[in-house]
Each structure stands twice: as C-alpha cells, then as structure tokens.
C-alpha cells in the first residue's frame, strides 16, 4: 500500500520540457513512474524522447486529463508562473498537484492554496522534493534508488533529510516518503500525512522530520495524541541555529522560545515519541521500535 501516489498513478509534467523538468522527468520514467505526457502551451502537439520513450506535450493540464486520465500534475514551473499552472491543474480537475518549485512569494502560494482546496485538489509544496511510493512510482526529485519499498512512513520538511533517512532504513523500506516542503505556507501538512498513514494498513510505523520555525510540529504533536495510535519516531532539524538566525527553509523563523527545536522535542516527546538528536539515531530508534513490535 502507499499513500497518494501508487502504481496506477498517471503523471503529467508542467514544464516538462524545461531543463529540469526534462531531467527530473527522465528520473521519474526510469523509477517506473508512468509519465503520462507534458503541458506546454507553446509545444502542444509534440512529442519528446526521453530514453527511448515517446511523451507526448499536450497544450493544457484538462488535454492531458482527456487524452490520458492523468490523476497527478508535477509542477516544474518558474515562480512567477506557478500560481496559474496550480491554478489550472485545479480548474482541470487534477486530484494531486506536486509543486516543486521555490522561491514563489507568499501570497501566491497563500492564493493558489486556497483556489485548489476549494476545488478539490490536494497539493504538496511548494520548495519540496515530491513524493515517492518506492517501487511503485515516484513525483518529484527524490532520488529512487536509495531504498526499497517497505513498512515505514514518511513525512518531512526536509528533502536532503528525507534522502538521508529513507537510505539510513534502507533494510527496511517505505510505503511513501513525503516531502511537505519548507515554506510558510504548505498545501499538506504533517497532519495530513500522520492520518493517511494512520489509515495505510501496511504503514506500521511513522517517521516525521520537522524544524526549527512555526508551529507545525507542535500541532501534529497534537494530533497524534488524538488520533495516532501507530508508532511515532521523530527528528527536527536545528538544535545548533544560532538564536535568532533564520536558517535555510523560509518557514525556519524562530520568534523567542516559539518555534525552537527543544520546544518541538519537548512536544512530541509529551505525547510519546521518541525524537532522535540526529539522524542516525533517529533511524536507530525506528529499528528499536521495529523490533520491540
């Protein structure tokens, strides 16, 4: 089982054609994914060979739902153009939008957020790494060869720290490894992912990556008092910021003693997770639960 991506998922690319979105669609292909076509206005009616494979580039994201019945749109896009191709997947129809991109101002992700969860669309991002459901299908730049599918869920506000965790566990593997992205505003959240993984019958245990910033690890904390009854292993990202330093990720924003990694800790480890002080030792503590059943 996965969550939101599996291997009857069908991909569109927006920007395919672009340089990375040509790379990273090359990566997607050779992971499994079934990359269904590309949306450029400017080329519709093109096809492009990636490695042997003809994709075709429809003109829009409701084409290539009619043509293909993709169901995901992986947004690789400038930010000034990123709100209007969330926009259109939305107004397609799209059920899942995977926004990679960074750097896009804040309003328009506060804008296109709320357009797509009024009509219907779930979007992960924007400044994430996407999703993998490994062996099955992969959106986004995860790297697909770093572990095999597995018993392990993943969430994370870190792409490099997601990678290094999902090849830390390699052993053992993941149903899905979620990249939620590092900004302000994000279209799913930790939560999101705790109860999807909650409801996975072959998820048995969560691994969430927060850092320092917000208050999002808090809330999930939160909630996982509620509503996890699953095994919770955590790590957050920036025990050694300097104070007051606003540190990589634009949602890293640190405001007295709000926000900081001890606090997160603190939080989660209220409600029993145990929160590794590196990543290696957080994997240590997943194989430690694992084995303790």
Known sequence: MAIYLTQESKVLVQGMTGAEGMKHTRRMLGAGTDVVGGVNPRKAGHTV??????????????????????????????????????????????????VITEGIPV??????????????????GPNCPGLISPGASNAGIIP??????????????SGTLTYQLMYELRDIGFSTCVGIGGDPVVGTTHIDCLAAFEADPETELIVLIGEIGGDAEERAAAYIREHVTKPVVGYIAGFTAPEGKTMGHAGAIVSGSSGTAEAKKEALEAVGVRVGATPTETARLVLERLADG
């Open 144 to 157: 697909a060869d770093i572990t095999k599918p597995g018993r392990i869920g993943l969430v994370s506000k």
């Open 49 to 98: 060979d990636l490695d042997g494979r003809s994709v075709p580039v429809f003109g829009s994201v409701r084409e290539g739902i009619a043509a293909t019945g993709a169901d995901v749109s992986v947004v690789f896009v400038p930010p000034a153009f990123t709100k209007d191709a969330v926009v259109e997947a939305a107004d397609a129809g799209i059920p899942l939008a995977v």
């Open 107 to 124: 309003h328009d992700a506060v804008t296109f957020q709320a357009y797509a969860r009024e009509k219907g669309t779930r979007v992960i």
